[in-house]
């Protein structure tokens, strides 16, 4: 499924939870008669956070799952967290799964999931890890490749941080990036479900994600999201999916000619502007050697607070003037200051 690179996006959508098989047979109808929908997601076991909650309904829900896949001609992935999971789901005839978020974590998890997987054929999702480790992420994928596992690709769910921005889980868009330059290959979705947590952000952090070229989406879509046994206030019913996918549907690819021709100039631009840049960083270090080494003959430290205070102020103030973000500013003059710094201990 995921082995070559589809222009068209993969769109994988279906309940939080399985709950009963009216449920499961009216997913299938809705989301059987939608093309772009390449297969339904129903969560099988479920990882709570805290005791006493649904736990999902096990091999029972895998039953309904093999027989309305026949009888509907639809194809089903669910999550897997242990070996006897993997099993399970090859008895069943579920073919995809997904590494939930949880997992993503525990190498010794993912390891053993992987011994399962081995030789299956399955093919497999892995959903970043709850923490924005990439390399978490990485090693996962690394080691499903390892043990045979070449049907695979990332999902983006969101990370859990301190704070969350008004987020479930904190998108973190650049960590999906870094996975995508770590892997060009390797097809990404995203979930908006679980990063927006309410039904009315996943369009927007949906489009977010076509404009970022994500592959395709997993989102959570119930025939009746407010009566849910899971994530209710997240999920989108199939009206909403098919609305949202419209403009899914008209994304471009790269390669198209009339856009090609109007962003050339300004890649062009952007290129000359890049070099300009790194032109002017090497300068400023060339300059911070020379200083060192008039601060080292004459037994000045290398590092000043006051000195460093008023560039900052001067720095944040030229570029609140020409519009740039202060926080990003910051971040960037501090970054290299710090670079300055290493440079003039030698
Ligand atoms: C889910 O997809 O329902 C789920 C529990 O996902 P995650 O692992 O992203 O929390
Ligand atoms: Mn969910």
Redo the contacts with the bound molecule.
Sequence with gaps: MFKTKDDKPIIIAGP??AESREQLHEVCTELGAMPEVKMI?A?VW??RTRPGGFEGLGEQALKWMQQLGQECGVKFCC?VARPEQVELCQRYGINAV???????TNPFMVDELCSALRGSGMTVMV??P?CPDVRLWLGAIERLRQAGIDDLCA?H??FNMYNNGGYR?HPLWEVPLELRRELPELPILC?P??IGGRAGLVPTLANIARQLDYDGL?V?VHPHPADAW??AAQQLTPTALRDMLASWHTRKTSTDATNETALYPLRQKIDELDHELINTLSQRMAVSRRMADIKRSNGLPIYQANRWADVIADRLHQAEALGLDAAFMKELLEKIHAESVRVQLG
């Design positions: 939080c939870s997601r969560g479920k990882p999550e997904w590494i939930g978020a949880r997992t993503t959903k970043n709850v999902v769910r969101g889980n979930d479900s679980h997993m959570e899971t994530d």
